[in-house]
């Protein structure tokens, strides 16, 4: 099995729905005569006249010519049977998201097609092994996930169960390149890369909100401002609740259970309340004609407060970032490089960014007048930027303390006092389910990065950002989520406990400060 025997070779697709038409568009406008079937009758035949309107407005808006859309269109056959299909070397299956009907389907094409063909499934949720139990030739079953919309999105998962034969899965994966696909290898497990890794970002928050912590648009705007295209709950309404839920419901009942991956009753209730997001009108926002979003308000940059003792505490980008808006602003302080904690001292009083502790604990020490500060990500000035004081702070520094961070740069946005605020610990928890997939040998780090980027759009892959932050720094922040709520949300993986182990004899510039 090579990519030479399936390039421009004839292809089934079955399923004519949103995924199949999409893969039989990609198909052959990549070369291959593709044939298309759908158990309801004419729906292949419907699909096939949608395709057609559609590749004719990509010729008008000159993505293709009119010769490609017409090639196109003309390769593209609808078939009444899959018995039509016996001259198939592969066949990509796209049928409705259940087990009984994708084994049954697998089982009756092994009597049509011929030996050497392979067989791919685009579930994204179904575990490919369970799919090839009970075919005669489990071994050339194999997951070629896809995702919607199939034309415009790069990402494929070349997914192998425990039988699927490695040339097969790589022969998947080059003809998925030749597609002009960005294909990554990745272990049957639930949720596979894409679905598994992505998780923390809605889990945290949802957790978030269960608090009370901040409201939807307040923790989108510190997630836009992270880098990620739209927040959770903006995202969310428009996947719809139920879809994305019962995505979470999956993955969490696949895992038997694991805490980790328990879904939220924030989301329950908005989806028994018929509160699905965009397409029902209503959910963390409201969709009704002239209804108005609400946004985070923005502030008038200031000039730095008054202080007569101002220390710079910790190293790494993020307290290199404070030294050049302190130098900026023409304002002298004494460096403490050294220091376990990154910020400023300001009269003694401590704005510190967040290391996983809430505020109160930090200020529960020696020092009552602290407030911490979420990761900043965006290097834009006037970013948005979460922060909370400790509960022990006076009125006054509550008072000060957004006001040094606006003078900083930061569109200071308060918080209640939660362990890790909105993007630290979001970010921690991408990498942390990043790191225990690659662990478990579900992929590789390249493949989570390329996967996250572009299944869905991540500013960057989970171990760049972990690059740029430190293992120890993440497990740090994880292990105070983990003392603050008990539980095992916070676990970290021992995937990055033994890379930091690894770093530990390595002096690592880190944004969690020290050395
Ligand atoms: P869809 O409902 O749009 O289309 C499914 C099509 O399959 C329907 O036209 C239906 O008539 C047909 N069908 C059902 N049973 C069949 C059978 N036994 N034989 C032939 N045709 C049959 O669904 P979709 O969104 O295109 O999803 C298809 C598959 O792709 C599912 O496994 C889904 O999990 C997966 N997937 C969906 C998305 C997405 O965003 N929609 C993304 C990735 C993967």
Redesign the pocket.
């Known amino acids: 099995m090579n990519i030479e025997t399936l390039k421009d070779a004839p292809l089934l697709v079955?399923?004519?729905?949103?995924?199949?038409a999409g893969i039989a568009q990609v198909a052959a406008q990549a070369g291959h005569p593709v044939m298309l079937?759908?158990?309801?009758e004419g729906?292949a035949a419907e699909t096939k006249a949608k395709l057609g309107k559609s590749l004719d407005a990509l010729a008008a808006k000159g993505k293709l010519t009119a010769q490609e859309a017409a090639q196109t269109l003309s390769r593209i056959e609808a078939v009444a049977s899959m018995e039509a299909a016996a001259s198939a070397r592969l066949v990509v299956e796209?049928?409705?998201?259940k087990l009984d009907?994708k084994r049954a389907?697998f089982r009756q094409l092994e009597g049509i097609v011929g030996a050497d063909c392979v067989l791919a499934t685009?579930?994204?949720?179904i575990s490919v092994t369970a799919i090839a139990n009970g075919l005669q030739r489990p071994g050339r079953l194999v997951g070629m996930?896809?995702?919607?919309p199939v034309p415009l999105m790069r990402l494929v998962e070349v997914v192998s169960g425990l039988q699927t034969e490695p040339a097969v899965a790589q022969a998947i994966h080059e003809l998925s390149r030749h597609w002009g696909k960005v294909p990554v290898h990745a272990r049957s497990t639930p949720g596979f890369i894409v679905n598994r890794i992505a998780r923390p970002y809605y889990a945290e928050t949802l957790a978030l909100l269960q608090e009370r912590a901040g409201t939807p648009a307040l923790l989108d705007a510190c997630l836009r401002a992270a880098g990620f295209r739209m927040g959770p709950c903006e995202l969310m309404d428009l996947i719809g609740h139920d879809t994305n839920f019962s995505v979470t419901q999956s993955v969490f009942e696949a895992n038997f259970f694991d805490k980790r991956f328990v879904p939220s009753l924030v989301q329950r209730e908005l989806v028994d309340g018929g509160l699905l997001g965009r397409k029902s009108g209503r959910g963390f926002y409201d969709y009704a004609e002239g209804a108005v979003k609400p946004a985070v308000p923005e502030h008038a940059p200031v000039g730095l407060p008054a202080a007569t003792i101002l220390s710079l505490h910790g190293q790494g980008p993020v307290a290199q970032r404070l030294r050049e808006a302190l130098t900026a602003g023409g304002r002298g302080f004494e460096p403490v490089p050294d220091s376990d904690w990154v910020g400023l001292e300001i009269d003694g009083a401590q704005l510190r960014l967040t290391d996983g502790r809430p505020a109160s604990q930090v200020g529960a020490g020696e020092v009552a007048e602290v407030a911490v500060f979420d990761l900043p990500l965006s290097a834009l000035a006037g970013a948005v930027l979460a922060w909370a004081p400790a509960a022990q702070a006076s009125p006054a520094w509550c008072e000060l303390a957004p006001r040094w961070l606006r003078a900083l740069g930061f569109n200071a946005q308060r918080l209640a006092d939660t362990p890790g605020l909105v993007v630290a610990r979001t970010i921690a928890m991408l990498i942390n389910e990043a790191a225990d997939a690659v662990h478990q040998g579900v992929c590789d780090e390249g493949g989570a990065d390329a996967a996250m980027k572009l299944g869905v759009n991540y500013p960057q892959g989970p171990f760049e950002w972990l690059r740029a932050w430190d293992a120890a720094a993440v497990i740090a922040l994880l292990d105070a989520l983990d003392v603050h709520y008990r539980g095992e949300r916070y676990r970290v993986s021992p995937g990055l406990r033994l890379r930091a182990w690894g770093q530990g004899a390595r002096k690592v510039e880190c944004i969690g400060g020290g050395a």
């Open positions: 079955v399923g004519a729905g949103i995924m199949g079937f759908d158990l309801r729906a796209a049928v409705v998201e009907v389907l685009n579930t994204s949720s996930h896809f995702f919607n």
